[in-house]
């Protein structure tokens, strides 16, 4: 199986909460990322938490990590339309400094 | 943070060319990265570009076909060499500053015929 893990698609009302979901493998994970891509553009980096944080809150963002379930999460509050992209999780495994992305999850946001 | 430059952003080539891309940060890194991103993939690592030595290729990327250069802490570039349609995808420069973020360019897009 693919090391990180999330679901390819959620579709939200704009105003309610999405939360974006993302499995690893890698007990030994020292950082673990969220980015967001827009049609034609590269990867934004959104937000990252540390291994040894449980949550880190950034305006709308909210990051979970739960390193027993090797479970990450992102919430956006509020969600908008402009929120409507493709949300890609990623992990640096231990021993390691190259990244391991998800296959990204598409939000879409509808009225 | 980091500002990743990259162009061109897409391009439209012929089978059996080459196309160079580009990539230059505004400041100096110590790790760059090229990755495909094939559509509706995730990212794909090619190779981590080195400054001062030859790029450490992934498995299924070898040099002849993917020639990299890094000539400094701040510029690298990334060839695609006799182009098939298979090589049709987006490319993306990467660099990582503080040893944990990873900044990425705004991609290119290609297209071979």
Same mark, same amino acid.
């Given at each position: 199986?693919?090391?990180?893990?999330?679901?390819?698609?959620?579709?939200?009302?704009?105003?309610?909460?999405?939360?974006?979901?993302?499995?690893?493998?890698?007990?030994?994970?020292?950082?673990l990322y969220w980015y967001k891509q827009e049609p034609g553009a590269g990867l934004q980096l959104l937000?990252?938490?540390?291994?040894?944080?449980?949550?880190?809150?950034?305006?709308?963002?909210?990051?979970?990590?739960?390193?027993?379930?090797?479970?990450?999460?992102?919430?956006?509050?509020?969600?908008?339309?402009?929120?409507?992209?493709?949300?890609?999780?990623?992990?640096?495994?231990?021993?390691?400094?190259?990244?391991?992305?998800?296959?990204?999850?598409?939000?879409?946001?509808?009225? | 943070?980091?500002?990743?430059?990259?162009?061109?952003?897409?391009?439209?080539?012929?089978?059996?060319?080459?196309?160079?891309?580009?990539?230059?940060?505004?400041?100096?890194? =110590?790790?760059?990265?090229?990755?495909?991103?094939?559509?509706?993939q995730s990212l794909t690592l090619i190779a981590t570009a080195n400054q001062g030595s030859e790029a =450490?290729?992934?498995?299924?990327?070898?040099?002849?076909?993917?020639?990299?250069?890094?000539?400094?802490?701040?510029?690298? =570039?990334?060839?695609?060499?006799?182009?098939?349609?298979?090589?049709?995808?987006?490319?993306?420069?990467?660099?990582?500053?503080?040893?944990?973020?990873?900044?990425?360019?705004?991609?290119?897009?290609?297209?071979?015929?």
């Open positions: 199986g693919e090391d990180v893990e999330q679901s390819l698609f959620l579709s939200v009302r704009e105003g309610d909460s999405s939360v974006i979901n993302c499995t690893y493998t890698d007990s030994s994970s020292t950082y937000t990252y938490i540390f291994s040894n944080m449980d949550m880190k809150q950034d305006q709308r963002l909210t990051v979970l990590l739960n390193k027993k379930d090797k479970h990450l999460s992102l919430r956006i509050a509020d969600t908008q339309t402009g929120d409507s992209a493709i949300y890609f999780c990623a992990e640096i495994p231990g021993g390691s400094y190259i990244p391991t992305f998800g296959r990204g999850t598409s939000l879409i946001v509808h009225p | 943070s980091a500002v990743i430059s990259q162009k061109p952003s897409r391009d439209i080539c012929q089978r059996g060319t080459s196309l160079t891309i580009q990539c230059q940060v505004d400041s100096q890194v =110590t790790m760059m990265f090229w990755y495909r991103q094939q559509p509706g =450490t290729y992934e498995s299924g990327f070898v040099i002849d076909k993917f020639p990299i250069s890094r000539p400094n802490l701040t510029f690298s =570039t990334l060839t695609v060499s006799n182009m098939s349609p298979e090589d049709s995808s987006i490319y993306l420069c990467s660099a990582q500053t503080g040893g944990e973020k990873l900044f990425f360019g705004s991609g290119t897009q290609l297209s071979v015929l």
